[in-house]
Structure formats: structure tokens, C-alpha cells
């Protein structure tokens, strides 16, 4: 059976089938506007995050087009390479290349770093139709002779404005150098700074623009609370918010990887299953973490921003946000883990005083204001659609003193669905205290 909607885009029947198999009954606004041009071989611009379905708009058309003339894989020599910032991003890339080329005779490989080159250069060798890399590794094996790209048709840029914070600016300019002049290129950005457009306009021919504000992607979907506590009160915040067991598959979100660690560390000694992952966990460590987390052996996942960037989960219920970002951008995409592919969910931040004006950011860049958890238990009386203009007279009243008092009584007041503010729960046990203080 063939899905009808994703048929009037264009799509061959193979991957009409396995679209099938994978439930989706309808394209998404990304896929809608990008599939039909990227099938016709226009280069594109698409500005757009996690959770749109961007991926199956850039991977569909690039297997439909390559099945349409069925050439061999040729040794080291890719027709379609997808450049992503993070190992996992690239390996998730790879897993939808499978997935939606199920059907399709049609080889791919996925190369990163930080685990060993030989069966990435094995897989090169032999030949592959798709490539999937990021930057640092892909340039190693061309200098080294194992990867050509002068016989490239297609290249993909996912989540540019990522790789150009994670420094691969030069990386990419490099290896545009070695394209043919007379390709397809998709670049894809969840924000379009000044040095995105630069690069899109070096890289796009005449490029059709798609543009998925992420407003309407996730901030209408997501409930958003902020609570107001001091940066030392966050561990027990925490803790409290944690005991609402309706939190049953949370991403943590830190600065640091330093904060991750320690927030994971507090989170296990008071039985809370959590595990962090950050760039200076091993390959190996990610992805177990990853697994246990995907499978429901840890219930939270503490992640910096750079990690977490395209980790594809479903049923996140929560996003914690235990130290604001200070990229608003960063805020929109923190939470864009939850509330995924048309579900809803939750996102609970934590600003200190001396968050105050990335929040002011947030709300500028979200044109909203979150709802202050303080006035609104968030686990009690979570509302369907949170109202806007919770906060009465606005930041203004947000003295930090009073709100760091207020929030520990709301706090542990707070939890599970029975919460009933004319009987406060007791205080977190002594035992969780003293590890929090530890
Ligand atoms: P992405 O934005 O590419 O990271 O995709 C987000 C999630 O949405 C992934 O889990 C996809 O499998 C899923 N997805 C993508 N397109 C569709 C669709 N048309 N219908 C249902 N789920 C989809």
C-alpha cells in the first residue's frame, strides 16, 4: 500500500512503501515544499531544526534520484555526500538512509571520528552511493587518498550554523573546493546568522528557500515553565522536580560539560538513573549512554548543547533546562527534543539571578513569556495551553532573593498529580541533602 500525499510529491513507490512501513501518513511542511524541487535538481535553502522532518525532505529525493538511474557504487568515489557537525547526527543520517532505502539497491556509509578508519575505508573502497560524514574525518581520508569527491551530484549541508560554532568553517570551505562545479547543494540551518547567508550564497545556485520557523515547530506545542532559584538551590530544585514520576524520560540540559558531569554524578546518588553525555565522553560512551537512555534503563540524560544537537528520541517527556542557554536559538532547540513528530511536552528551566537577561532573550526571540512555575506548580496544574502574562507585573518582580525563598516551598510542596497546596509534602529526605551539598 502507498501513502497518497507523499505519492504527489513525486515519490517512487520503493520509498512510498517504506514510508509506509514506518507510519507516516502525511509529509510534513519541510518535506511538502522541499521534495518536489530537490526531485527536479534545484538547489535549496532550507531554514529549519530537529523535530520538522528534515531529514526524510533532503535523504527521499537524493535515493529517488539516484535509484531513477541505477549506476554501480564506484570505489572512493560518492554521488551524494551529507555533511552533519556531530557523530551522532551523521549516524542518525545513516540510520534514516537505511531506512527509508529499504527497498533500494543503494549503498551508504556513515564516517566520523574518533573511532578507528579501517572499515570506513573499507566501505569507501568498495564503493557507496551515499555518504554520510563530518567534516574532520571525511577531509582525513581524502587527503590520505581513500574518498574522491570530484564525481559528486549531491551535497547536503545539515545543521550549518552548528558546524560553523563547532569551528568547521575552514573544514567546509575546503572541501566545497573539491566539488564539481556543476552539483545540487541543499544547505539546511536551524538559525541564519550572517556567515550561514555568506556561505549559502558561495554554496546555492539559484537556491528555492524553505523556512520552518521554529515557532510554529515547537514553542506552540511545549508547555514552558521557569522556576527561579539560586544557582546552589538548583541540585535540590531539581531533585524535587524529579520526584513526579509523569517525568519519565527527561533530557538535562547544562552549559558545561563540567556541570553535566556533576549533575549526572548528584542525580545517581539519589537514585535518579542518569548518565551525561558531551563531547568528551568517548564515541563508545555516547552511544552506550544513548542506548540506555532510548531503551528506558536511565531515566535522564544530562547533555550540553553541542551533544545533544540532533539526538532523535521519541517520547521525551521533559526537557529540564538546568542552566539557561545563552544562545536563545540554543532554548528553542533544547526543547524541540520534546514535544517531537506532533506530540506535546513540557520544558522546565531554571534561571539564577545571573540568567536573567538569556531568559530575556528567550522570550524576545520565542515572543513569549515562559510561565513562572511559581505561580503555577507546574506538576499540580499543568494547563492544557499555558496562558501567557502568568507573571503579573512582568520581570520586574523577579527579585532574585524572594524567588530563590519562594521557589524551595513551591518546590517541595510540588509533585505528583495529587499535590494539594493545603498540605505541603514533607522536605526532601536528609540523606538526598547531603548528597546534593557533597
Ligand atoms: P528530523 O527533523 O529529520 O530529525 O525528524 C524528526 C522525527 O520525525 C524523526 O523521528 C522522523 O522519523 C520523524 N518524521 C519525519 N517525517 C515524518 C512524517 N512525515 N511523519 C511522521 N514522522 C516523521
Given at each position: 500500500m502507498t501513502n497518497s500525499n507523499f505519492a504527489e510529491l513525486g515519490l517512487g513507490n520503493e520509498l512510498l512503501n517504506a514510508l509506509h512501513k514506518e507510519n507516516y501518513e502525511s509529509p510534513t511542511p519541510i518535506q511538502s515544499q522541499a521534495i518536489p524541487p530537490l526531485l527536479e535538481g534545484r538547489d535549496l535553502l532550507g531554514v529549519a531544526q530537529t523535530g520538522t522532518g528534515k531529514t526524510a525532505a533532503f535523504v527521499l529525493p537524493i535515493l529517488q534520484r539516484l535509484s531513477a538511474k541505477p549506476t554501480k557504487a564506484v570505489s572512493r568515489r560518492p554521488q551524494a555526500l551529507i555533511l552533519a557537525p556531530t557523530r551522532e547526527l551523521a549516524i542518525q543520517i545513516g540510520e534514516a538512509v537505511a531506512t527509508y532505502g529499504q527497498n533500494l539497491h543503494l549503498r551508504h556509509a556513515v564516517i566520523f571520528g574518533g573511532v578507528g578508519q579501517g572499515p570506513q575505508i573499507q566501505k569507501?573502497?568498495?564503493?557507496?552511493?551515499?555518504?554520510?560524514?563530518?567534516?574532520?574525518?571525511?577531509?582525513?581520508?581524502?587527503?590520505?587518498?581513500?574518498?574522491?569527491?570530484?564525481?559528486?551530484?549531491?551535497?547536503?549541508?545539515?545543521?550549518?550554523?552548528?558546524?560553523?560554532?563547532?569551528?568547521?568553517?575552514?573544514?567546509?570551505?575546503?572541501?566545497?573546493?573539491?566539488?564539481?562545479?556543476?552539483?545540487?547543494?541543499?544547505?539546511?540551518?536551524?538559525?541564519?546568522?550572517?556567515?550561514?547567508?555568506?556561505?549559502?550564497?558561495?554554496?546555492?545556485?539559484?537556491?528555492?528557500?524553505?523556512?520552518?520557523?521554529?515557532?510554529?515547530?515547537?514553542?506552540?506545542?511545549?508547555?514552558?515553565?521557569?522556576?527561579?532559584?539560586?544557582?546552589?538551590?538548583?541540585?535540590?530544585?531539581?531533585?524535587?522536580?524529579?520526584?513526579?514520576?509523569?517525568?519519565?524520560?527527561?533530557?538535562?540540559?547544562?552549559?558545561?560539560?563540567?556541570?553535566?558531569?556533576?549533575?549526572?554524578?548528584?542525580?545517581?546518588?539519589?537514585?535518579?538513573?542518569?548518565?551525561?553525555?558531551?563531547?568528551?565522553?568517548?564515541?563508545?560512551?555516547?552511544?552506550?549512554?544513548?542506548?540506555?537512555?532510548?531503551?528506558?534503563?536511565?531515566?535522564?540524560?544530562?547533555?550540553?548543547?553541542?551533544?545533544?544537537?540532533?539526538?532523535?528520541?521519541?517520547?521525551?517527556?521533559?526537557?529540564?533546562?538546568?542552566?539557561?542557554?545563552?544562545?536563545?536559538?540554543?532554548?528553542?532547540?533544547?526543547?524541540?527534543?520534546?514535544?517531537?513528530?506532533?506530540?506535546?511536552?513540557?520544558?522546565?528551566?531554571?534561571?539564577?539571578?545571573?540568567?536573567?537577561?538569556?531568559?530575556?532573550?528567550?522570550?524576545?526571540?520565542?515572543?513569549?513569556?515562559?510561565?513562572?512555575?511559581?505561580?503555577?506548580p507546574f506538576m499540580a496544574t499543568i494547563p492544557k495551553k499555558p496562558k501567557t502574562g502568568q507573571r503579573g507585573a512582568g520581570n520586574t518582580s523577579r527579585k532574585p532573593k524572594r524567588h530563590a525563598g519562594k521557589h524551595r516551598g513551591a518546590a517541595s510542596q510540588g509533585g505528583g498529580k495529587s499535590f494539594d497546596p493545603a498540605k505541603p509534602r514533607p522536605r526532601p529526605a536528609r540523606r538526598r541533602r547531603s548528597a546534593v551539598a557533597a
Amino acid at each position: 500500500m502507498t501513502n497518497s500525499n507523499f505519492a504527489e510529491l513525486g515519490l517512487g513507490n520503493e520509498l512510498l512503501n517504506a514510508l509506509h512501513k514506518e507510519n507516516y501518513e502525511s509529509p510534513t511542511p519541510i518535506q511538502s515544499q522541499a521534495i518536489p524541487p530537490l526531485l527536479e535538481g534545484r538547489d535549496l535553502l532550507g531554514v529549519a531544526q530537529t523535530g520538522t522532518g528534515k531529514t526524510a525532505a533532503f535523504v527521499l529525493p537524493i535515493l529517488q534520484r539516484l535509484s531513477a538511474k541505477p549506476t554501480k557504487a564506484v570505489s572512493r568515489r560518492p554521488q551524494a555526500l551529507i555533511l552533519a557537525p556531530t557523530r551522532e547526527l551523521a549516524i542518525q543520517i545513516g540510520e534514516a538512509v537505511a531506512t527509508y532505502g529499504q527497498n533500494l539497491h543503494l549503498r551508504h556509509a556513515v564516517i566520523f571520528g574518533g573511532v578507528g578508519q579501517g572499515p570506513q575505508i573499507q566501505k569507501s573502497v568498495r564503493g557507496v552511493h551515499v555518504l554520510v560524514a563530518t567534516p574532520g574525518r571525511l577531509l582525513d581520508l581524502v587527503r590520505n587518498g581513500h574518498i574522491y569527491l570530484d564525481k559528486l551530484e549531491t551535497l547536503v549541508l545539515d545543521e550549518a550554523d552548528r558546524m560553523l560554532d563547532m569551528g568547521f568553517i575552514h573544514d567546509i570551505r575546503k572541501i566545497i573546493a573539491l566539488l564539481p562545479e556543476k552539483r545540487q547543494s541543499v544547505l539546511l540551518s536551524a538559525t541564519m546568522p550572517r556567515d550561514i547567508e555568506r556561505l549559502a550564497r558561495n554554496l546555492l545556485s539559484d537556491p528555492i528557500k524553505v523556512e520552518i520557523s521554529p515557532k510554529a515547530v515547537t514553542v506552540e506545542r511545549i508547555e514552558q515553565f521557569v522556576y527561579f532559584p539560586n544557582s546552589v538551590d538548583k541540585f535540590s530544585l531539581m531533585l524535587t522536580v524529579l520526584e513526579d514520576k509523569a517525568l519519565s524520560r527527561v533530557i538535562v540540559f547544562t552549559r558545561t560539560k563540567h556541570r553535566a558531569n556533576r549533575v549526572a554524578e548528584v542525580l545517581t546518588k539519589n537514585d535518579v538513573t542518569a548518565e551525561a553525555i558531551h563531547g568528551n565522553k568517548s564515541q563508545g560512551a555516547r552511544q552506550k549512554a544513548l542506548k540506555n537512555f532510548r531503551d528506558g534503563k536511565t531515566r535522564v540524560l544530562v547533555a550540553t548543547d553541542i551533544a545533544a544537537r540532533g539526538i532523535d528520541i521519541d517520547g521525551i517527556s521533559h526537557v529540564i533546562n538546568f542552566e539557561l542557554p545563552n544562545e536563545p536559538e540554543s532554548y528553542v532547540h533544547r526543547i524541540g527534543r520534546t514535544a517531537r513528530a506532533g506530540t506535546e511536552g513540557v520544558a522546565i528551566s531554571f534561571c539564577a539571578p545571573d540568567e536573567r537577561p538569556y531568559l530575556r532573550d528567550i522570550e524576545n526571540l520565542i515572543k513569549r513569556p515562559l510561565v513562572d512555575a511559581e505561580h503555577r506548580p507546574f506538576m499540580a496544574t499543568i494547563p492544557k495551553k499555558p496562558k501567557t502574562g502568568q507573571r503579573g507585573a512582568g520581570n520586574t518582580s523577579r527579585k532574585p532573593k524572594r524567588h530563590a525563598g519562594k521557589h524551595r516551598g513551591a518546590a517541595s510542596q510540588g509533585g505528583g498529580k495529587s499535590f494539594d497546596p493545603a498540605k505541603p509534602r514533607p522536605r526532601p529526605a536528609r540523606r538526598r541533602r547531603s548528597a546534593v551539598a557533597a
